[in-house]
Nanobody, 123 residues
């Protein structure tokens, strides 16, 4: 089991940056691929980015490619999401999650979820 706690959300203007962090507890953290998802009001939860268990490969939604960067720090048991050039459409609650199996793009393939952190981008 992995417990996840997100932090780093907040209010930022269009074009600004935020860095989200997901702190994981549990010895199995290093064996999981990890993902970030987001959910805006009235919308379904959508994939943002994922990183493999060893950090060797990363995956991004087309909407954030080139603006967001996912990384993990095995020594600190954290997964980070650097978000640059933020847009109002990036406004959502952001969640990190531990991948179980299958495609990293589908939320159904993730198990443990954090409670989320709110990101609001003002125009």
């Amino acid at each position: 089991q992995v417990q996840l706690v997100e932090s780093g959300g907040g209010l930022v203007q269009t074009g600004g940056s935020l860095r989200l962090s997901c702190a994981a507890s549990g010895r199995a953290f290093s064996t999981y691929a990890m993902g970030w998802f987001r959910q805006a009001p009235g919308k379904e939860r959508e994939f943002v980015a994922a990183v493999t268990w060893n950090g060797a490969s990363t995956f991004y939604a087309d909407s954030v490619k080139g603006r967001f960067t996912i990384s993990r720090d095995g020594a600190k048991n954290t997964v980070n999401l650097q978000m640059n050039s933020l847009k109002p459409e990036d406004t959502a609650v952001y969640y990190c999650a531990a991948h179980k199996s299958g495609s990293v793009y589908s939320a159904r393939n993730y198990g443990n979820w954090g409670a989320g952190t709110q990101v609001t981008v003002s125009s």
